[in-house]
């Protein structure tokens, strides 16, 4: 089976925040859904009676917003598990790891082993994926999910 489809519908589920996939067709159902965004406060219900209203306060208004954090990681490729099972960090417990932060990455290279069902996995990044490493996501002997994101590139 291909998992490039996939994979692809996990990547646009992570740009768009979605929560939930569907696709339905007569050999595959999927579904997406997207996250609801956090609702204003309700309004305050108030009794009617004599209040005077107080002033708006000045100085709240005049403080600019605070300058959104750029994401360091934005312009990063994502190395996704393209299987559930144990990622090991190295080839055996004695040698150095696959991959460090700084190591540079093409699809040729290897970055870590997924164990699933006592068979081990090379992973390496997705054709197209060049660069090197810029964070590592997840820890030596971790259980993944398919479509845990492992390493970023950039």
Known sequence: MD???IKDIVRLMQEYQLIEVEIDTPDLKIKLKKAAPPSAAAPMMVPAGNFMAAPAPVAAAAQAAPAPVKDEFADCKQVISPIPGTVYLKPNPDAAD???IGTPVDEAKVVCLVEAMKVFNEIKPDPGIRGTIRKI????GQAVEYGTVLFLVG
Do not use: A
């Open 98 to 100: 696959f991959v460090q």
């Open 137 to 140: 996501l997840v820890t030596d």
């Open 3 to 5: 998992t490039k489809p």
